[in-house]
């Protein structure tokens, strides 16, 4: 969501705060800002709603200029979009303060500011903290003390970057449940909630802890853990390039990374499968173990990781032999559960960072679950670090807001889990090399479906004066018509719902007429009959067909429906290679109506706060 970036240097840092800015624009955001200290020590700020580009046209109007400096991305969430609310914040015009996340307590902390005679010139919590700060320094004339001591009156999840005019050879960064970051140069650093705000400047980075406080200095950065006492903190190398965030040629992010995903799958099983067995060790050396024990599966997500979820189940189950449920995390939080021995408790997120599944894994911790396992992008996460086994979806940075390779590649991830923990369960070592000479031909099977492009495009022409659409599936591709219907929802605005074809009768079909079109997933397997006959229901009623079928199925294309055959597969990773098309259609839609496809409204890429 919201995107910090700040930087302490020798030379002057503006550009490299609006470059920053630039790089998490994917984030999802509605104002903009900066403050730097100028060459006088005094703050100068420039904020303004919408784009990074009208934060540059400000500064280009009139330019600030300084060797320290903060900048930040803001979502709205106390304070409609507005320049007063934008960060970042000053205090007495002497501390400027970036912040992501929310302050719980903030309307009792307001008021306890206002009675000492702070003034407020925003809705925002961010504020709260600034003036927080800023009365903290009245006892102590240090910036890091005071910083220290303010937060430890903060209910909730925080992450802050803070310059003063008092102290301006500083920058200081905290964080409690927001991710953070310190980028490492030479005679300067950098701060930033995502390590590709930094790739211009640097590769090498420190991951701050939860509790971290940093206090930041052009040749120096000391980190103090939550108890205040100095800690170390490894410097890390991002496999990161500057050119893997760049669109490449490609008219939209979400174009090449839906491209990206024959690659993106490859790297997610390179070295995770011999000769006919999946290697269980790529989830870590105590993988083996835990797997032989594990009785049931527990998969915790949100949005497309949580369809990703689902589609899991009917391979935990129907593969493995395993029973699994499958719980939108926001929900697994908020109600009591009765935990079966030896179940995995499985969380998937593409950053690591999202706020409900991080909650629901560190709830978990104290349930009685035999392990936890995150599914992830994002080596250096929260969610990784707290988990006690990993397997990195290898995925590479994902720009769009829209998941399209984050979630194929989970697809493939999940996979490789359900035949390590299934070879212990009802998986034979037969049954497993077929799997596995299966999963190395997902590539392949990937870029056949890419090649149907050009007909899914015209397809597309279709949709652009629709405002609803039916999406239907059945078994293991029901989840992925919900996925499809998200794509088209997130991109292009057209209402799209998902259902599994055999619920026609119970309410959608009421819906079905001339003006809705239905598009439905239909390999060729077991339930391609009892699909067919839902979709003479369709036809019935004069609605129009969009079918992404199997080859050797019946259905041809006429007056009523519109076909687009796949080429064949085996009936295990259909639910991969089916969604292909499925964003593909979505993608092209959103094009011809001309959304913003990359940064659709209102959605923003890591959802960091509750």
Not at 436 to 442: G, Q, T
Not at 561 to 567: M, N, S, T
Request: hydrophobic share 45%; net charge negative; proline share 4%.
């Amino acid at each position: 969501m919201c995107g910090i970036v700040g930087a302490i240097a020798e030379r002057d840092v503006t550009q490299i705060l609006l470059e920053g800015l630039r790089r998490l624009e994917y984030r999802g955001y509605d104002s903009a800002g900066m403050a730097v200290l100028d060459h006088a020590n005094c703050l100068q700020r420039h904020r303004s709603v919408g784009k990074v580009a009208s934060l540059d046209d400000a500064n280009q109007a009139a330019p600030l200029h300084g060797r320290c400096g903060i900048a930040h991305t803001r979502w709205a969430t106390h304070g409609a979009p507005s320049e007063s609310n934008a960060h970042p914040h000053f205090a007495a015009d002497e501390l400027a303060l970036v912040h992501n996340g929310i302050v719980e307590n903030h309307d009792s902390l307001r008021q306890a500011l206002l009675d000492q005679g702070y003034e407020f010139g925003s809705e925002t919590d961010t504020e709260v903290i600034a003036n927080e700060v800023h009365a903290a320094l009245a006892a102590s004339d240090d910036l890091l003390a005071a910083v220290q001591h303010a937060s430890g009156h903060l209910m909730g999840a925080y992450a802050i970057g803070l310059i003063s005019s008092r102290d301006p050879g500083r920058l200081i960064a905290s964080r409690r449940g927001s991710p953070l970051l310190i980028g490492v140069g030479i005679g300067e650093h950098f701060i930033a909630s995502d390590m590709a705000a930094l790739l211009s400047v640097t590769q090498r980075y420190i991951v701050l802890e939860d509790g971290d406080t940093a206090d930041i200095r052009r040749d120096s950065v000391i980190i103090y853990d939550r108890a205040g006492v100095v800690v170390d903190r490894p410097v890390r190398t991002s496999a990161l390039s500057p050119e893997a965030v760049e669109r490449q040629g490609y008219r939209h992010f979400m174009a090449k990374e839906i491209h990206e995903q024959p690659a993106a799958v490859a790297e997610t099983l390179r070295d995770r499968l011999g000769d006919a067995r999946v290697l269980e060790a790529a989830l870590g050396l105590e993988a083996g173990g835990t797997l032989e024990r594990v009785s049931r599966i527990q998969i915790v997500a949100c949005g497309t990781s949580y369809h990703a979820g689902l589609v899991a189940r009917y391979w935990f189950e129907g593969i493995a032999g395993l029973p699994c449920e499958v719980e939108t995390a926001s929900e697994f939080r908020y109600r009591k559960h009765a935990v079966s021995p030896d179940t995995l408790f499985v969380t998937l997120s593409q950053s690591g960072e999202t706020a409900d599944t991080l909650a629901a894994l560190r709830d978990a911790h104290g349930m009685g679950y035999l392990a936890s396992l995150a599914i992830c992008n994002v080596a250096e996460s929260s969610l990784v670090r707290e988990s006690d086994l990993v397997l990195m979806t290898r995925a590479g940075p994902e720009i769009g807001v829209a998941s399209t390779k984050a979630f194929t590649t989970q697809l493939a991830a999940l996979l490789l889990v359900t035949v390590a923990a299934g070879r212990h369960q009802a998986i034979t070592p037969e049954r497993e090399a077929e799997l596995v000479a299966e999963l190395r031909d997902l590539p392949s099977q990937l870029e056949a479906v890419l090649a149907l492009e050009h007909d899914i495009a015209a397809l597309a022409e279709d949709f652009v004066d629709k405002h609803h659409a039916l999406f239907l599936g059945r078994g293991p591709q029901f989840p992925i018509a919900m996925e499809g219907a998200l794509k088209l929802k997130e991109i292009s605005y057209i209402h799209a719902e998902a259902y599994p074809a055999g619920e026609l009768k119970h309410g959608p079909l009421a819906l079905v007429d001339a003006d809705m079109p239905v598009v439905t997933v239909a390999p060729n397997d077991e339930l391609i009959d009892k699909l067919t006959a839902n979709l003479h229901e369709v036809r019935a009623r004069g609605g129009m067909l969009y079918l992404f079928a199997g080859a050797g199925t019946s259905l041809r294309p006429d007056a009523g429906q519109r076909v687009i055959e796949l080429p064949p597969m085996p009936a295990v990773t259909t639910p991969l290679v089916y969604v292909l098309p499925l964003q593909l259609l979505a993608y092209h839609v959103a094009v011809l109506k001309g959304t913003d496809v990359d940064k659709p409204r209102n959605l923003a890429k890591s959802v960091t706060v509750e």
